[in-house]
């Protein structure tokens, strides 16, 4: 595997509201995702998280500059080629995203049975297996409607990992859980991790709670990036926009007073 | 700051064009879709079922209901000039050319084209169409396609059904409550209506169909790219409105343009 899984270059993204104004998210933007760790992109809202993953997905194309998936361009790629790229993903969208009309086992069998030759026995097996893993046993035949906004996330994370992603990719996964679920979809991420191996990404204004997780922290601001080798960095920061950031996101407790002038 | 008028002629001008442009390139990956395998057999069987059987019941009541006024109507202008008797060919000529293939792709739109149009919107602002490109499942193939097809099929199926039903309509209160002689109701049809007529219907029924399932589905899947549309339940709410207001008046558009090329 390679260093780096993802890395953006340069990248712009501008969106036209309907009275013609412009909004600059991203700002020629650079850094990179290195394989195999936990990576948050934090920041405000509005600033351009949730733009990054569809970025990165190919959900949205970028207004200037380059993104590499495992060092291919992925803005020149044709529809076969980005298609074959995201079996390498898994995603776990803000909602779950999970099939209204279908039950929890079909939402977590249909890459299985839509991407892969696989025979129906042993999908059964797989996602059944996938479902113990994550404590949703007994929960098959309910539809997503039916489930707490927990088990809905758990769901949404076992029909990501189907196809044994690369790297996945985490949309705000906290949003909507009170703080015990926080925590226990953290030990989750942390867990499932550990057992395949993939790269991951989480998109997240849940600071510092996420921070725990992150090998690597990138914060977005104003269509600007900075990159943080570890949590840790953030705090230790002298940039002023930085060390408003913390204060604003973290509390003042987080904040060094080893800089302060 | 106010933008000015010419800047918001051309931002209108430019919306318009790439809302076509949208548009002809989701219904060329929709067609493209019905071609792509793994094909979706059962899902196809459930869109028919959705789309033409679960229709079925207020296509048969506006055919009757129709052809039983055509009867009636048919029946007094006609008996002005003593015609009577051409009351089987007007009211049968009527229906197969005109009101068979342009009141049931009403009909469809209104009833499944709505439904279509808000289940994709609602799929769309869920995240649910993303979540399937995320899994390099083809959105088009796997849900959009299938409901083309089933639409292709079921429409003119439901026109057939309609123009039956109507011309019995007319039947029953010509002949029956209006006396007109059942042998020269029956042969005034037989006699005014040829194939190109009956074509001619055909054709309008599958072209309404395409309009009808490309305008409602294609409003739904671009429900986040069209413009005053808002956000959430209430951009879905509007852009099916949108949808079904947009394909009844381009059936009503293409029936006059079709009769004018075709007849």
């Not at chain 1, 409607?145 to 949309?171: N, T, V, W, Y």
Request: hydrophobic share 45%.
């Amino acid at each position: 595997m390679k260093n780096i899984a993802i890395e953006f270059r340069d990248v712009v993204k501008t969106f036209t509201s309907e009275d013609g104004r412009k909004q600059t998210v991203l700002d020629k933007v650079s850094f990179s995702i290195p394989a195999g760790k936990t990576t948050v992109i934090a920041g405000g809202s509005g600033q351009g998280k949730s733009v990054t993953l569809k970025l990165v997905l190919g959900l949205m194309r970028v207004d200037a500059g380059r993104i590499f998936v495992d060092g291919r361009d992925i803005t020149d790629i044709s529809g076969a080629e980005l298609e074959s790229l995201r079996t390498r993903f898994g995603v776990l969208f803000q909602g779950a995203a999970l099939f209204d009309s279908m039950t929890v086992f079909d939402n977590v069998a249909l890459p299985l049975r839509e991407r892969t030759k696989i025979p129906e026995e042993d999908i059964r097996k797989k996602v059944m297996e996938t479902l113990r893993q994550l404590e949703l046993s007994g929960h098959e035949e309910k539809y997503p409607a039916q489930l707490s906004g927990g088990m809905q996330k758990r769901a949404g994370l076992a029909r990501a990992l189907q196809l044994d992603p690369e790297i996945m990719l985490f949309d705000e996964p906290t949003t909507g859980l009170d703080p015990i679920m926080t925590r226990d979809i953290y030990h989750l991420f942390s867990r499932t991790q550990a057992l395949v191996g993939y790269t991951s990404v989480i998109v997240s204004h849940d600071i510092p709670k996420v921070l725990n997780l992150a090998d690597h922290v990138i914060i977005l601001n104003h269509g600007a990036v900075d990159v943080f080798a570890s949590p840790e960095e953030i705090q230790w920061s002298t940039k002023e926009n930085i060390r408003e950031f913390v204060k604003t996101t973290m509390g003042q407790i987080y904040q060094s007073h080893l800089v302060e002038k | 700051m106010q933008p000015n008028p010419i800047a918001k002629l051309g931002n209108t001008g430019l919306y318009i064009l790439g809302d076509l442009g949208r548009m002809g390139l989701y219904l060329f990956r929709a067609l493209r879709g019905v071609f792509r395998r793994p094909f979706r057999f059962m899902e196809l069987i459930r869109q028919i079922h959705f789309i033409g059987a679960g229709s079925t019941a207020v296509i048969f009541f506006t055919a009757l209901s129709t052809g039983m006024v055509l009867g009636l109507q048919g029946y007094y202008s006609l008996k002005k000039f003593g015609a009577e008797g051409m009351l089987g060919s007007a009211v049968s000529l009527t229906i197969i050319m005109e009101l068979g293939p342009v009141l049931t792709a009403l009909m469809v739109a209104g009833r499944a084209g709505s439904a279509m149009c808000a289940e994709l919107g609602i799929m769309r602002i869920s995240e649910q169409i993303d979540a399937l490109e995320c899994m390099a499942v083809d959105p088009f193939r796997y849900l959009i396609s299938p409901k083309f097809l089933a639409t292709l099929i079921s429409v003119p199926l439901l026109t057939a059904i309609f123009d039956l039903v109507g011309i019995a309509g007319g039947y029953l209160v010509g002949v029956n409550f209006k006396g007109v002689n059942p042998g020269s109701f029956i042969d005034g049809m037989q006699t005014s209506i040829t194939n190109h007529d009956i074509r001619l219907g055909f054709i309008k029924s599958v072209v309404f169909a395409m309009l009808v399932v490309w305008i409602c589905t294609g409003r739904g899947y671009f429900v986040r790219e069209i413009r005053g549309a808002g956000f959430g339940a209430e951009s879905v709410s509007r852009v099916t409105t949108q949808a079904v207001v947009l394909s009844s008046i381009s059936v009503l558009i293409f029936d006059y343009l079709l009769t004018a090329v075709l007849l």
